[in-house]
């Protein structure tokens, strides 16, 4: 699904942020990223929902080389994948609703056909009665889920969320896991960035990724290599 | 209309709420209708002068006065009324007058301080017998040719004037105005163009928490595009408006007070059917300059973000 191959990044002519990445996602698991602040793992997410292009190396998406993919096809991608901030990022005058149908609206889907899928969505979070707030009204946990829910509306193949509990309380951040969780057992790949350690021994079968100094730690090469994928 | 969606894009009502609804709050709308005020009476001068310009311009290319000043009255108006005869034949003259000597009396008693024709003083004057001669349309310098030798046979020592020696200067003045004026047009249009790049990118500025979370989650450069330039194009029409309205005013309050002076160079100022239609059309011209200007600085602010 996801495979990077050497990709370095630098920004501007300081030193790469990220030297010899190399690893492959496979459909439908999970994985956890970590490292220590400034190890580059923003960075790193930056390139996998399309808002950075690396510097070298190769980056392949859904089967396409998105290195020389020209700019103009991006968007097509990006809504194949989902995305969910620290910092939430909703837009701040669209009520919970409206922020939750915006994919949608963007794909082109019409207001008849987002009602219901909007609605569940909001179900699903536990929102119903506030799908009309504005983000400001809403409780930082109320705000993630909101825009967790704004990033899997779509049903996307790809969601990408960087450090999602990093704002919220222990148990709103055990909420948050399990609707990653769900939504991986629908066959999304899941990959979030995150300091939080426990977090991790929480999800079976999740994959761990680590970053130091802008390398990623791969000692037995199962990342680069995955097991599916071994002759 | 088929092409006002180009200008106004049309954008759902769902995603019109993707920028918060603040119509009129800034300067912009306010600026352009002081630009578009200003531009519209430029216009409007610069129509009026060029076409002040062009009828001074035809009233005096065709025209010379043949200046007799031989000193014997009876032969000056035995020459004069042969003049006016034979240059009224000759085929490249529309028509030949000679200058009564009443209305040369009552020209010079205005200078002279006579009221009447009848002063005595004045009719002692020795005054030159005046024959005015329209040419028809053509050659000019053949025509003043042909006409300096018929006056050199008929009335030897005559003077020949073209009109368009005197009242040139004027009419270059007019039309130097006219250009003047046509050149603050531009620089206005310039200007107003100016204001919808710079209302574009600070709308970009504004709201790039916003583009940047549409992009993401897969806008194309269209999409956001057509949504600010609908804003842009409303704000900006609704200054053109204004602007309009005022300008219609002032011109209105102009031409009711011109329509007053109906005597020398002024009478021969109007902006004509044609100048009330590019007036009118310059407010929608405006609008369609500003929807394309904020499209392409969008377009190509877009592009600089992956």
Redo the contacts between chains.
């Keep these: 699904m996801v495979e990077f191959d050497r990709v370095g990044l630098r920004y501007g002519p300081d030193a790469e942020v990220l030297a010899d990445i190399s690893f492959n996602l496979q459909p439908g698991s999970f994985y956890f990223l970590t490292g220590p602040s400034g190890a580059g793992k923003t960075s790193l997410l930056k390139m996998l ?5 690396p510097s070298r190396g190769l980056v392949r998406l859904f089967g396409e080389d998105l290195v020389s993919m020209p ?2 096809r ?3 991608f ?2 194949r994948i989902g ?1 969910v901030f620290q910092d939430f ?1 909703l ?1 701040p ?2 009520s919970a609703r ?1 922020n939750i ?3 949608l ?3 082109g889907v019409s ?1 008849e056909d987002l009602a219901g899928p909007v609605g569940e969505m909001l179900s699903w979070i536990g929102l119903d009665d506030r799908a009309h707030a504005f983000p400001p009204t809403l409780s930082g946990g109320e705000q993630q889920r909101v825009a967790i829910a ?1 990033a899997v509306i ?1 049903r996307p193949q790809l969601l990408v969320a960087d450090e999602p509990t990093g704002n919220v309380d222990p148990e709103m951040a055990m909420r948050l896991l399990g609707l990653f969780e769900a939504l991986n057992r629908l066959g999304t790949t899941v990959v979030v960035a995150t300091h939080d350690i426990h977090l991790i021994s929480r999800i079976d079968n999740a994959q761990m990724m680590r970053l130091e100094k802008g390398r990623l730690a791969d000692p037995t090469g199962a990342l680069r290599y995955p097991p599916a994928n071994r002759v | 209309m088929g092409h006002l969606p180009m200008i106004i894009p049309r954008v759902p009502v769902q995603h019109r709420r993707l920028l918060p609804d603040r119509r009129l709050s800034g300067p912009t709308p306010w600026v352009i209708a002081i630009l578009m005020m200003l531009t519209l009476l430029a216009a409007a001068a610069g129509i009026g002068l060029a076409r002040a310009a062009n009828n001074i311009g035809d009233a005096i290319a065709g025209r010379v006065t043949v200046q007799i000043v031989t000193a014997n009255p009876v032969t000056r108006a035995e020459q004069a009324a042969a003049l006016t005869r034979r240059a009224g034949a000759a085929p490249y003259v529309r028509g030949a007058r000679q200058v009564g000597q009443d209305e040369l009396l009552a020209t010079l008693g205005q200078w002279l301080g006579s009221a009447g024709g009848d002063d005595p003083v004045l009719r002692s004057l020795p005054l030159p017998a005046l024959v005015d001669v329209d040419f028809v349309g053509g050659e000019r310098a053949g025509q003043l040719a042909q006409l300096r030798a018929l006056v050199a046979e008929v009335a030897p020592g005559a003077r020949v004037i073209p009109h368009a020696e005197w009242l040139g200067p004027v009419a270059r003045l007019i039309r130097s105005l006219a250009w003047v004026a046509g050149a603050l047009v531009l620089l206005m249009t310039l200007a107003s163009a100016a204001v919808v790049i710079m209302t574009a990118r600070a709308a970009l500025g504004t709201h790039y928490a916003t583009i940047e979370m549409l992009h993401l989650i897969g806008a194309t450069d269209r999409q956001i595009t057509r949504l600010f330039q609908r804003r842009i194009a409303i704000d900006t029409a609704y200054g053109i408006a204004l602007g309009s309205v005022v300008a219609a005013a002032i011109m209105l309050l102009i031409g009711w007070q011109w329509s007053g002076v109906t005597s020398g160079l002024a009478a021969t100022a109007s902006l004509g059917a044609a100048g009330w239609l590019l007036l009118l059309a310059l407010p929608l011209l405006a609008i369609a300059l500003a929807a394309l200007t904020a499209r392409l600085t969008l377009l190509a602010a877009l592009k600089k973000i992956l």
Aim: hydrophobic content about 40%.
């Design positions: 929902y399309l808002a950075q292009r700019r103009h991006l968007p097509g990006r809504r995305v990022r837009i005058h669209l409206d149908a915006l994919p609206r963007i794909a207001e704004r779509a």
